[in-house]
């Protein structure tokens, strides 16, 4: 009887088994994986002609997700813009308020402190910042907008405060209400200054007062194709217009010029401190209507997302019940599998013949 050569199917036989153990439990691991993710383990065979379609979805999701949180983060600054807003209008309708009641000589001769406390403030409202980036100089970010009353400025060697009492000096001395009013609002008076026509670049609240851009936009994306401009600078009419009222008040102290003169120039101040008090409320309402819009946009981004997720999830998902059925079968292949090794591994020639 001629021999049979039992090692090499045996071996053929060992080999088909050991593949099957191992495809039986890279199907099991990704069964379980299924039943505790709740997803498809190998999406695109699972979805074939569906798998483009659960690419563009998650290629959606990032998209919106992102714009999310870019809207957030404008969201945030505006926030912070518009409180400091709300500082800034509170601090003008006191000193408003107070420069309109002072009118006896004990009370106006408090008026110069609480002008240069006032101005104090306000520079510390407009000088604030998130995360390193000043929110009022527009677009020069880096840069703190509102120069501090008694800091020299380096780019012109006048202070705020140094420059509307060169102003003053220039066109003084004070004697009477038509003086008062001619160094206010005369050719390089101190209106002059805060409208930048003072033939004296260094006089000029863009030069000396203000550190900021000048030009430019300060833009955020909130959507393709829909950009929101939220500029709102230190340089604007609004805040020249209060913080001139309030220079003037905190440079000329009552009893330094005649009562006539100083009536005058308190009267005109508060013109100013008016007109810069309603400013800012318009500033604050447009800026407002600009966090509504954000506001808007962020909801419009949070419904999307949620859609796209139920989207993307219907596609994804497992049915746990098919999973759990697929599980328990194929635990009952890899132990039949794993029991015929074992029964393979004791055969031997001695039992075949």
């Keep these: 009887m001629p021999l049979i050569n039992t090692s090499v199917s045996t071996l053929a036989a060992h080999l088909q088994l050991n593949s099957s153990v191992r495809s ?4 099991l691991m990704d ?26 979805l998650r290629n959606a999701l990032n998209d919106i997700t992102e714009f999310k949180s870019t809207t957030e983060l404008i969201a945030s600054r505006m926030d912070t813009m518009q409180t400091a807003l709300s500082g ?97 609002n005369g050719a390089d008076g101190v209106s002059a200054i805060f409208d930048d026509s003072n033939s004296d670049p260094n006089l000029r609240y863009s030069t000396t007062f203000y550190n900021g851009a000048s030009t430019g936009a300060v833009t955020a994306r909130l959507d393709r194709g829909y950009e929101i401009d939220y500029t709102v600078r230190a340089d604007d009419p609004a805040m020249r217009e209060l913080l001139q009222g309030l220079y003037m008040l905190a440079s000329v102290p009552y009893g330094s010029v005649p009562e006539d003169a100083f009536i005058a120039w308190q009267d005109e101040a508060v013109s ?9 409320i318009d500033v ?70």
């Design 272 to 280: 100013h401190i008016n007109a810069g008090f309603q400013g800012v």
């Design 88 to 184: 800034v209008r509170d601090m003008a309708s006191q000193m408003r308020n107070t420069a309109l009641t002072s009118r006896d000589d004990v009370s106006r001769r408090y008026l110069q402190q609480a002008a240069s406390t006032a101005i104090d403030r306000i520079n510390s409202f407009m000088n604030a910042q998130i995360a390193g980036r000043t929110l009022f100089s527009g677009i020069e970010t880096a840069s703190a907008p509102l120069q501090e009353a008694n800091t020299v400025n380096g780019g012109t060697g006048f202070s705020p405060q140094q420059a509307v009492n060169q102003v003053i000096a220039n066109l003084g001395p004070i004697t009477d209400a038509a003086s008062a009013i001619a160094v206010a």
């Design 24 to 27: 039986l439990q890279r199907s």
């Design 31 to 56: 069964a379980q994986k299924e039943l505790s993710t709740g997803r498809k383990a190998d999406l695109v065979a699972a979805l074939r002609d569906r798998a483009a379609e659960d690419v563009d």
């Design 284 to 353: 604050s309402a447009e800026l407002g209507y600009k966090q509504s819009v954000v506001n808007n946009a962020i909801t419009q981004h949070e419904a999307a997302i949620v859609q796209i997720n139920n989207e993307v999830a219907t596609l994804e998902a497992a049915d746990p019940f098919e999973t759990a059925l697929r599980l328990s079968q194929l635990q009952t292949q890899l132990e039949a599998t794993f029991s015929l090794t074992a029964r393979m591994s004791q055969l031997s020639l001695t039992k075949f013949l």
